[in-house]
């Protein structure tokens, strides 16, 4: 992971009168993170965002972007950066393409033929490039937004709920398109996303926040393979597995069956003695996964800030 921070948030606050929206928040990003920004409704992801793009004013603290702060280099900083905030809005009787074309004049992106061609094709709309945005279902009004962000070959991409209204397959080809810009084109994604399944997938780093207030930040293996984990194992006889850790001191890890595979809960260093164990006991073991699900972390985060 490259040291060179992206993204530096230092005590960043923002009050709406008796309301504080966000509090004192702190957050790192590195280039070429995938950076999940995770919370639920009302948390504060939404305003903090929009602080970002100096969309909206701090009470208090700082926001650096590329080392610089934002509020002394807000125009050089944000030509660097591409956002979809929320839902995008487009010229609704004009086509894809010159949709594109225009807002990326606005912007002073590179408007050629090829270029909006090229980020049409990336987020799977240039089968649709002639079509009226007025023809378009929401989902293909997120994909446009995104290749709108992407016009002007940002660094940083910014993206809030980027999947809404997009059914499975469109999901993944978003979540392929972030992985492709992170890994292979170094772009740095910072990601605020409720599908925490997709972020589990794509993110390499995290930050939990509610009521404004961090609740946890790391890396997302280290943090899923911390505390308690999930071991799905997978048998040939499920039968006689279960009649065997029933009568164990495993059962009272044991948390439910589904078909042929018993589903424990324990510390990462019990793995190798429960798959001993049931080697041992002539139980054919085709699989152990161990793991720990974010949307479980997710909620226990929640669950403990509440205490």
Not at 5 to 12: A, R, S, V, Y
Not at 44 to 60: C, F, V
Request: aromatic content about 6%.
């Amino acid at each position: 992971m490259s040291e060179e921070k992206i993204i530096e948030i230092t005590g960043l606050t923002k009050r709406f009168k008796d309301l504080t929206a966000v509090d004192n928040l702190h957050l790192n990003v590195y280039r070429g993170d995938v950076f999940g920004f995770l919370g639920p409704n009302g948390a504060g992801k939404s305003t903090t965002i929009r602080m970002m793009l100096s969309l909206i004013e701090p009470t208090a603290g700082e926001i650096k972007l590329f080392g610089k702060s934002l509020k002394k280099n807000r125009k050089d900083i944000l030509c660097r950066v591409g956002a979809i905030v929320e839902k995008p809005d487009f010229y609704l009787y004009l086509t894809a393409y010159k949709n594109l074309e225009i807002l990326g004049k606005m912007s002073g992106a590179d408007t050629s033929k090829k270029k909006i061609m090229e980020v049409l094709e990336l987020v799977g709309l240039q089968k649709r490039w002639k079509s009226k945005v007025k023809t378009y279902s929401h989902g293909m009004k997120q994909r446009l937004g995104l290749a709108q962000a992407l016009l002007h070959d940002p660094e940083l991409i910014i993206l809030d709920e980027p999947t809404t209204g997009l059914d499975p397959q469109g999901i993944k080809d978003i979540r392929d398109l972030i992985i492709m810009l992170s890994k292979q084109q170094d772009k740095t994604i910072f990601l605020s996303s409720h599908i925490l399944k997709e972020v589990e997938i794509i993110a390499d780093r995290m930050i939990i926040i509610n009521k404004g207030k961090t609740r946890i930040e790391g890396r997302v293996d280290e943090l899923l393979n911390s505390d308690k984990l999930a071991v799905t194992v997978e048998v040939s006889d499920i039968e006689k597995a279960e009649r065997i850790v029933r009568e164990s001191i495993w059962n009272d890890h044991l948390k439910k069956i589904e078909k042929k595979e018993l589903i424990f809960e324990f510390g990462n260093e019990n793995i190798s003695e429960l798959n001993k164990f049931l080697v041992e006991h002539d139980i054919e073991v085709n699989s152990l996964i161990p793991r720990r699900s974010l949307e479980e972390y997710f909620l226990k985060i929640l669950e403990e800030g509440e205490k």
